[in-house]
């Protein structure tokens, strides 16, 4: 792009007809801007002084530049270039004379968009109904969330929109054409509530500006409509009167809008199968799939009732235990008919790994099923009638999951955001009904477990947290803690179509509310001196969920403001040789750690997770172990009673990489995740065990680090890392760990003391950067879970005077 000529003189407007004119009206160029705000004007002559004024102190902050595109035939041009001087961020003016106004407003912010250099491009209007301030922070939760469209939306909170449209006749116009447009585009608008907002941020390489058509002022619906975007988020402001002069809106603009309108809806229709060209052929493809997955359901049918009628009326057993029983026949069957026929050519993951999935699914709805099915039986319907009913209601159901989640079989829109995530400017006190729902009852605020994680955060929690056993501090005062956890109701009594992550500021107060209203998984966090967590009833229920997805986040963060890293890797001393492990989720970890405690007598300081500092220095972090399917190699039967040894054998896999991947697809559904993990966790605790539950050791509390391999699965391999490599590893590592819901929504809103996430992250960059200037760092790989092995003979001959290498003659199990 040619360098824009500076302005001198406002004498740059040209005549109708005659090209844009980009011009710099101040000298504040800073490099290349991170955003840019793109403002369309037409005669704002009386607001661009103020505009300017209030508008440069917000975004500077952000590394802006603001874009100003006028179609003005006022003096605004002039007023424009006398008041740029002042403004804080660089200045740029796009004039269009008559004849080149093409697509009114919005081709003016298309324009605009044309010419930004930032990677995200913010858009408001000049007559300040939209707070400078507020259009700030629309664009810092946009580079928070990596969203690809924040909206300003007037209609999610209890702030009205009534103020700034003026009449209520605008009013009452302004919210039927928002209600007509989203029953226009469902899908497309499922997560927005103001599609015809003005104000709005968009990341520059996720909209194609090619593919839009502007006509008239609402440039965010041709946006949302013609750019299906993977992330949306909302901030909630008020939408302010006018600072001065009128509105633009007539009938002719309703007009436009309307036909445009209408020919965006027939564009919809007729441009899916050319925006997507397999569309078609994948419809087909589904259709038939439906068809055949409903022709071996009817005979899982069969054989289902054929089963319930064995377990009930031949052996005599109650109803539902045969109910139960005949859904593990019917599920075999369809599982085997339905991998071997429909998914034949395009099934996603191992055969075992399908099985599983199919298998876990089928069982949860199986507790959906057993209630409906005594209702109908006590109802008086004969019990195969009844079966024959529950098992048909949920067939839809069973589709969808398998082709999406089970069998992966592509194709489908599952990329899009199942989460709406809303900043709401109103304040913590507010939900989005107009005010905090009232509690349910009274409950006691004392907490009954309190821990010292570490000797950095202090912890008290009025649910068991099994992880944080071995920081068990009773001593420590309610009022004292860093992180205080209590079960409360939390969110609405209403339901609500899907889950919502609300996050208010000045404190931060942050909620994740499910779809079942008080009856989900909901929490809420106030993060201000100290952080206060309410759960949820059903969250409480499940302990591990409520520390492993809302509280080891927080942990992690406040470890980070105060010089510590929680790090995902596992810890051992062998012999005095500080090592640490680092790997993917499911590599192989676990099983190594167990090995080199059982056959090199090593000593203990962590399996998932582990404090370290800028020194090189790791301290404990004992959680209990979890043993997955891959896992069992490393564990021996007689460390166990027979009838944990045969629960861990289903809970092994439920709890593996297979059930993992089956979570994390349903994730991307619209669903109660973290109601349904719950569920899963309390039906089906995780095999979890301490240590030395596993095996007999020894535990040390800090050990100096000197030795880290990051291990991998492949073709045996050994190599030096450097330091800015293993940096990068170690990172994608440890996000990996955190990739389960609702952690992308949750981190981002993590503000501690004067750090917001952006800095806490670079905190705990520069301390890992530390740690790693004190270590070795090798990559490890293997094909045959042989890193027990080779590590100590590594450490042997780095470390002559170690006996590590030697062990207790225990040798290596397969």
């Not at 009452?172 to 015809?196: E, G, I, Q, W």
């Not at 966790?681 to 040390?700: E, F, G, H, N």
């Amino acid at each position: 792009m040619p360098t824009d000529p500076v302005l001198s003189e406002p004498s740059f407007i040209a005549p109708a007809g005659s090209p844009d004119v980009l011009v710099h009206l101040n000298a504040a160029e800073a490099g290349t801007p991170r955003l840019t705000v793109v403002v369309p004007t037409r005669d704002e002559k009386d607001t661009i002084e103020l505009l300017l004024a209030r508008l440069g102190p917000a975004v500077a902050p952000l590394n802006a530049e603001l874009v100003i595109v006028d179609d003005s035939d006022d003096e605004t041009p002039q007023v424009l270039a006398e008041k740029a001087g002042t403004c804080e961020v660089p200045v740029r003016l796009l004039h269009r004379p008559p004849g080149s106004r093409k697509g009114g407003p919005s081709g003016a912010v298309i324009a605009g968009a044309r010419h930004a250099r930032g990677d995200w491009v913010l858009v408001m209007d000049a007559d300040l109904q939209h707070p400078p301030e507020t259009a700030a922070v629309l664009a810092s939760t946009a580079m928070r969330h990596h969203c690809d469209v924040v909206v300003g939306t007037r209609y999610a909170s209890d702030r009205s929109a009534a103020d700034g449209l003026g009449s209520t006749g605008r009013v009452f116009v302004s919210a039927y054409l928002t209600r007509l447009v989203k029953n226009l585009f469902p899908r497309r608008l499922a997560l927005v509530s103001d599609p015809l907002s003005g104000l709005f941020v968009f990341r520059r390489a996720s909209v194609n500006l090619d593919r839009l058509r502007p006509a008239g002022f609402k440039v965010l619906l041709e946006i949302l409509v013609r750019n299906p975007v993977a992330r949306v988020a909302e901030v909630a402001y008020r939408f302010e009167p006018r600072a001065a002069g009128e509105s633009k809106a007539s009938l002719l603009q309703g007009a436009t809008f309307l036909r445009h309108l209408a020919r965006l809806r027939a564009g919809r229709l007729a441009g899916q199968l050319r925006d997507h060209p397999v569309t078609r052929r994948e419809r087909i493809s589904q259709a038939v799939r439906f068809v055949l997955f409903g022709l071996i359901g009817a005979t899982g049918i069969v054989v289902n009732s054929a089963a319930l009628w064995f377990f009930y009326h031949t052996l005599g057993w109650n109803h539902l235990i045969g109910a139960s029983l005949a859904t593990q026949v019917s599920t075999t069957w369809n599982f085997v008919l339905v991998d071997t026929i429909v998914y034949r050519k395009r099934a996603h993951g191992t055969r075992l790994g399908r099985a599983v999935r199919f298998l876990a699914m089928n069982n949860l709805l199986l507790l959906a099923r057993l209630p409906v099915l005594q209702v109908l039986v006590d109802g008086g319907l004969p019990i195969l009638v009844a079966n024959g009913i529950t098992l048909m209601l949920l067939f839809v159901v069973r589709f969808v999951l398998s082709d999406r989640a089970i069998f992966a079989s592509g194709g489908q829109d599952t990329h899009r955001d199942p989460v709406r995530v809303l900043v709401d400017l109103a304040g913590p006190a507010s939900d989005e009904s107009g005010g905090q729902a009232p509690a349910a009852r009274k409950r006691s605020r004392y907490l009954t477990y309190r821990y010292d994680v570490a000797g950095v955060v202090t912890l008290g929690s009025q649910v068991m947290l099994p992880e944080l056993e071995f920081f068990r501090a009773q001593w420590i005062a309610d009022r004292d803690v860093d992180i205080a956890v209590r079960v409360g109701d939390i969110g609405n009594s209403r339901p609500r179509r899907r889950a919502a992550m609300i996050e208010s500021i000045h404190p931060t107060v942050i909620r994740y509310e499910e779809h079942l209203g008080r009856l989900g998984a909901n929490f809420r966090a106030r993060i201000d001196e100290r952080i206060t967590v309410d759960v949820g009833p059903l969250l409480a229920r499940s302990s591990h969920v409520v520390y492993t997805n809302v509280l080891e986040p927080l942990l992690r963060f406040v470890m980070a403001s105060r010089g510590r890293m929680l790090l995902h890797s596992a810890c051992v001393e062998l012999e005095g040789t500080g090592v640490m492990l680092s790997a993917l989720t499911d590599t192989g970890k676990t099983g190594t750690v167990l090995r080199l405690l059982r056959e090199h007598e090593g000593r203990f300081l962590s399996d998932d997770m582990t404090v370290i500092d800028r020194s090189g220095n790791a301290s404990w972090f004992p959680k209990p172990l979890t043993i997955s399917a891959h896992t069992l190699h490393a564990v021996s039967a007689e460390d166990l009673t027979r009838s944990e040894w045969r629960r861990l054998q289903i809970q092994s896999r439920l709890h593996s990489r297979g059930g993992r991947s089956f979570a994390m697809a349903l994730s991307r559904l619209n669903l109660p995740i973290m109601g349904i993990n719950a569920l899963t966790q309390i039906l089906v605790p995780p095999p979890k065990y301490t240590v030395d539950r596993l095996v007999p050791c020894r535990m040390a509390s800090a050990t100096r680090v000197s030795e880290l391999f990051i291990i991998e699965r492949g073709s045996p391999r050994l190599a030096d890392l450097d330091k800015h490599d293993a940096l990068a590893r170690l990172l994608a590592n440890t996000d990996d760990a955190y990739g389960f819901p609702p952690f992308r929504y949750l981190a981002p809103a993590i503000s501690i003391g004067s750090l917001d996430y952006h800095e806490l992250r670079a905190a705990e960059r520069d301390i890992l950067a530390g740690f790693l200037a004190n270590v070795r760092v090798r990559t490890l790989a293997s094909d045959s879970f042989g890193w027990a092995d080779e590590i100590p003979r590594l450490i042997q001959a780095e470390h002559p005077g170690s006996p590590a290498a030697s062990g207790n003659g225990a040798g290596a199990r397969a």
